[in-house]
């Protein structure tokens, strides 16, 4: 069993460093997280896995952005202990949030991110869909949520600059009791490839 969580702010460290155990060290300098410097994260789609000794074993976050002026969700980093592999918990992880993003209303998801191992989830390369540099166009990938909502929808890919959207984020980060929304549960196991997706 799995106690599975929203992120909060007494969590961040103990995921970064997961992060950085998953990641490259230069992970930080990536064009993702240009998008994401000094914006909320979506609270509430931002979860962790602890494992009964109350550890993090996996986490994934979400930030909004902008692209052709309309919101998206981006998605990642998606990281897995790698004492971890293989019992499902990225796989969970992933399906659990974004069920949770679309009952919010969310319409469209992207990563960056590798075709084969998020292709299981409906993620298709976007074309049109700029990154900042130097990201391959072929790992941009997105998801719909709602039918046809990447239908059109082509540019660059911009930090969410909106003070509105911002202020709600925090908004939700500072009053929802984050800690009341952990639930125990049980992952399937085996349908995990890669420790750190």
Known sequence: MYELCPETDEDT???EALMDLCFAPGRTALSSYRLREGV??????CLCLRDDGDAVVAA??????RVDGRPVLLLGP????PTAQGEGLGAFLMRESLSRAADMGWARVMLVGDAPYYGRFGFTRLDGVVMPPPTNPDRVLGLE?????????RGDVRREESPGVRAALAEIEATVDLRQACIEVEPRTGTDEGACP
């Not at 909320?40 to 789609?45: E, I, K, S, Y």
């Not at 994934?60 to 952005?65: D, M, S, T």
């Not at 998606?78 to 202990?81: M, P, Q």
């Open 13 to 15: 460290p103990e995921i």
């Open 60 to 65: 994934i976050r979400y930030w909004p952005v």
């Open 40 to 45: 909320p994260r979506v609270a509430p789609l």
């Open 145 to 153: 949520l709602v039918p046809d909502a990447w239908v059109d929808v």
């Open 78 to 81: 998606v990281a897995v202990h």
